[in-house]
């Protein structure tokens, strides 16, 4: 009887035990255990201490401009109402919130409207051509040719070049008297281009020059994507009789989806911000038929008098949104796929 009484009162005190951890458990579910993130910090305090100055320098960086910026943009700042120091006198801000007046501007303005129209057709000419002919090149490369690493680096070269040097070389071949393009046409008896003063022209221009500047990302990419690929797979499809586009459709694009996707959504959005070519090539010209939405922020901010600093705020802030709703979009509709993380 006092053994069976002894595991009684055991089986009773368990179950209270029990009881109380499931009390514990459903008045706070998901909460983490006491000193867990103690221990997190205790444990990992080298990992912390190596991202706190990366993370603080960012904050700086990034996170104050960006800040600023949207404040800037619920404001009337301009170049008349700012803070500033003239001589020994010291001028202080008078400009005042106003609330969302700058972005209902924007929205309601046909030239954000005309702006990113070509935006959108800057971006996704560059993105498609550079997608493309990065894929077929990597392709090519990726075959056991001879010379191989020479194509290589004669292809990769441009990444290497700083953009606005490239651009500034772009330049010259574009020069409508002199440039190595017009005389080239000259030499088979055509007459000369107006590659930056004719609206057209202009836009076929930059478009090129951005294609030049991003293939070679692309085909590093591509590159790496491919060898990535498990070559049983080509030797598999061609003992079952599979053709070389067979192959490709059906091995070669599945197996890069991953890396194709991931650079298709960088190359948007470096491509949509793509300040340096606009403005260095063509500066927004002939008129404004190659100005897009960022070189046009820049223009407020930078050029117009008095400057406009509360709606050139207001761009910017638009064009961060936009490009955020269309990462966010993008990723969504690749993890549908599972092409993405």
């Not at 867990?36 to 305090?45: E, G, V």
Request: net charge positive; hydrophobic share 50%.
């Amino acid at each position: 009887m006092a053994v069976e009484t002894s595991q009684s009162v055991t089986k009773a005190a368990g179950a209270e035990r029990a009881r109380g951890r499931g009390h514990r458990t459903a008045k706070n579910p998901g909460s983490p255990a006491p000193g867990r993130l103690r221990r997190a910090l205790s444990t990992h305090w080298y990992a912390w201490s190596m991202v706190a100055p990366v993370v603080a320098v960012i904050g700086v960086i990034i996170g104050y401009p960006l800040a600023r910026g949207v404040y800037l943009s619920l404001t009337d700042a301009n170049e008349a109402n700012v803070e500033r120091t003239i001589g020994v006198n010291h001028i202080p801000a008078t400009y005042k919130f106003v609330g969302l007046d700058n972005y209902t501007a924007v929205l309601t303005d046909e030239v954000f409207w005309n702006r990113l129209g070509w935006t959108l057709v800057w971006t996704v000419a560059c993105v498609a051509l550079s997608v493309s002919l990065g894929l077929a090149l990597a392709v090519m490369l990726n075959r056991n040719i001879k010379g191989r690493t020479l194509y290589r680096m004669a292809l990769v070269l441009p990444w290497a070049v700083p953009p606005f040097v490239s651009v500034f070389t772009w330049k010259l071949l574009y020069n409508e008297r002199n440039g190595l393009f017009n005389q080239l046409l000259a030499g088979g008896g055509i007459d000369g281009i107006s590659w930056l003063n004719d609206p057209t022209w202009a836009k076929v221009a930059v478009i090129a020059v951005n294609v030049w500047l991003g293939v070679p990302f692309m085909i590093l990419s591509m590159l790496g994507g491919l060898q990535s690929i498990p070559g049983e797979l080509y030797e598999a499809a061609e003992m079952d009789g599979a053709s070389a586009w067979q192959r490709f459709r059906h091995i070669t694009l599945p197996g890069l989806r991953p890396v194709s996707a991931t650079v298709t959504l960088l190359s948007c959005i470096w491509t949509f911000n793509m300040f340096p070519v606009i403005y260095l090539l063509t500066r927004g010209g002939p008129g404004d038929s190659t100005e897009i939405l960022v070189t046009y922020a820049y223009r407020l901010s930078f050029i117009v008098s008095p400057r406009d600093y509360a709606a050139s705020a207001a761009w910017g802030v638009v064009i961060l949104l936009l490009l955020s709703l269309f990462a966010v979009v993008y990723r969504r509709a690749l993890k549908k796929q599972g092409d993405m993380w």
